[in-house]
């Protein structure tokens, strides 16, 4: 029988709850480019069984290079484009999948950003404006409000993996404008301050996924001018990186990434696939969902569970 959010265990999910029939809690794969067009398509996936739906709701555009990330009631969709840059950040409730549009979005119009998340506020930083920019626009949850860190990107980039801990968010990877990187960024959530990690990806490169557990945060694949399979592991605790034996299950670049409580999910990218690559993060082991998106697609955003609440 499917698991389902009811007034007892929706909070077990992070999850708000509104009555009404049950509800299936899940992950989410939004908006991101075909061959030939943008989309505005939101693909959920059940985390009780991994079976994929289009839900009714779409973003407010259609667009592509766009980041999301999850509250413990809302995902949060940031940036992008559409013919042209946007700072439109859209709302989703995760209770009942109703889309609004915060009235106040990215501090300037930009695509390709990245985006990580603590309990209490979603950071949407760097992209490309015309120019890349560096730039770390944070919003408070509870308010909907939002500021801009004094500490940005360094160097400048758009396009790397976020993920974080309870206390801390990373920015790994990304594109300066000319060199692809490998540097890792780190921002205390408790004073918003940022340090770089001495220890950064194993190899430089721009547009991996970027998903995390509890414990651990993970980098897939990305491109170093030719897309890679590589998925690269942070230890919390420590900050040391290991590099999973089994990576995706083909290379890839421009793909978006989420997590469960139990699991991380990577879909889309390289050559505008439909396919979603599953990691166990008790083992690391990598499977493929039976389930794909309904359009292949990369340059996508995903959202989940907020691991850290």
Request: hydrophobic content about 35%; overall charge neutral.
């Amino acid at each position: 029988m499917p698991l389902v959010a009811t007034r007892s265990n929706a909070g077990a999910f992070g999850l708000g709850w509104t009555s009404g029939l049950p509800f299936q809690p899940g992950f989410y794969f939004a908006g991101g480019a075909t061959a030939s067009s943008k989309l505005d398509e939101i693909n959920k996936f059940t985390f009780a069984d991994e079976t994929q739906s289009l839900i009714a709701t779409t973003l407010s555009s259609a667009r592509s290079g766009l980041a999301g990330l999850s509250s413990d009631q809302f995902g949060y969709i940031g940036g992008g484009y559409t013919n042209t840059q946007v700072s439109t950040v859209d709302k989703m409730s995760l209770s009942d999948e109703t889309l609004t549009t915060l009235g106040t979005g990215l501090s300037s119009n930009r695509q390709f950003v990245g985006s990580f998340a603590s309990t209490t506020a979603g950071f949407f930083a760097g992209g490309d404006t015309g120019s890349v920019v560096g730039t770390v626009d944070k919003f408070v949850f509870s308010t909907d409000s939002r500021s801009t860190l004094t500490d940005g990107l360094s160097p400048t980039r758009r396009q790397f993996a976020g993920f974080a801990s309870s206390t801390n968010g990373y920015a790994a990877g990304g594109y300066t404008g000319s060199t692809f990187s490998s540097t890792v960024n780190k921002y205390l959530f408790s004073t918003d301050a940022r340090s770089t990690l001495a220890t950064g990806l194993s190899s430089a490169r721009s547009a991996a996924a970027g998903f995390g557990s509890t414990t651990a945060g993970y980098a897939a694949g990305g491109t170093t001018g030719s897309d890679v399979d590589t998925v690269d592991k942070f230890l919390y605790s420590t900050d040391a990186r290991s590099t999973l034996a089994t990576g995706l299950s083909f290379v890839s670049s421009g793909n978006a990434a989420c997590s469960s409580s139990t699991h991380g999910y990577v879909g889309g990218g390289g050559s505008y696939s439909d396919v979603v690559n599953k990691f166990d993060f008790s083992t690391d082991a990598r499977s493929v969902l039976a389930s794909t998106l309904n359009t292949g697609s990369r340059l996508l955003a995903a959202f989940g569970l907020n691991v850290n609440i």
